[in-house]
Structure formats: structure tokens, C-alpha cells
């Protein structure tokens, strides 16, 4: 039974920090953040394959980093110079590669985490 269970999520001021990490029950070709507000579809954040390249969202780009930790089957997301935009639901997801590249299709991704809540005031 494959599990993917996020942590992390809170309430930080505009400028802050924040770190979300994913516990992973499986290993992925790609591992990736994604976000939703209610209402609105949901948005890539960030992708990282196993060769640790790694992929972000144009409003994301410069503040956010994605890594993963192999011996700790966690992956995490570093969220700096928080902006009330990035307020949202973060998920994060395990899936496969298309031409060798780990993009932000969504249907790419067949496991799911519950999310955790991000919310910057």
C-alpha cells in the first residue's frame, strides 16, 4: 500500500519561511509539489527526478526549492520570501516520467498525499 503523508504546513507572515516534507512508502522516477486554492485548478510547484534535477512553477522560481532525502524516503519543499499568493493546499505526488522527463502533468502522478495547509499573511 503505497502512502504518501505530508507535514509541515502552518501560518507564516508575508517574507517568512516555511519547510513541507512528504514521508514516501515508495520510491518514484519523479517526485513532485503541487497546490490548489479552492476554486482554482491545481497548479504545479516543483518536480525533482531521481538524478535530482529539478523542475519549478514560473511563480515559485528564485524562492522555492525542492530536494529529497534517499536514506529518510522524504522529500521536502523550502518555501522562502512567503507571499499570501502561496497560500494554498500542498500536495505532494509520485509518479512516472514521459521522454525522460518529469514534468507537471498531472497524470503523470498516480500517488497522492492528503495535503498539508500553507496560509501567509
Known amino acids: 500500500h503505497v502512502q504518501l503523508v505530508e507535514s509541515g504546513g502552518g501560518s507564516v507572515q508575508t517574507g517568512g519561511s516555511l519547510n513541507v516534507s512528504c514521508a514516501l512508502s515508495?520510491?518514484?522516477?519523479?517526485m513532485a509539489w503541487f497546490r490548489q486554492v479552492p476554486g482554482k485548478e491545481r497548479e504545479g510547484v516543483a518536480v525533482?527526478?531521481?538524478?535530482?534535477?529539478?523542475t519549478y512553477g514560473d511563480s515559485v522560481a528564485g524562492r522555492f526549492t525542492i530536494s529529497k532525502d534517499n536514506t529518510k524516503n522524504t522529500l521536502y519543499l523550502q518555501m522562502n520570501s512567503l507571499k499570501p499568493e502561496d497560500t494554498a493546499m500542498y500536495y505532494c505526488?509520485?509518479?512516472?516520467?514521459?521522454?525522460?522527463?518529469?514534468?507537471?502533468?498531472?497524470?503523470?502522478?498516480?500517488?497522492w498525499g492528503q495535503g498539508t495547509q500553507v496560509t501567509v499573511s
Open positions: 505526488a509520485a509518479g512516472f516520467a514521459r521522454n525522460g522527463y518529469c514534468s507537471f502533468l498531472q497524470s503523470n502522478y498516480n500517488y
Open positions: 515508495t520510491d518514484s522516477v519523479c
Open positions: 525533482i527526478d531521481r538524478n535530482g534535477r529539478s
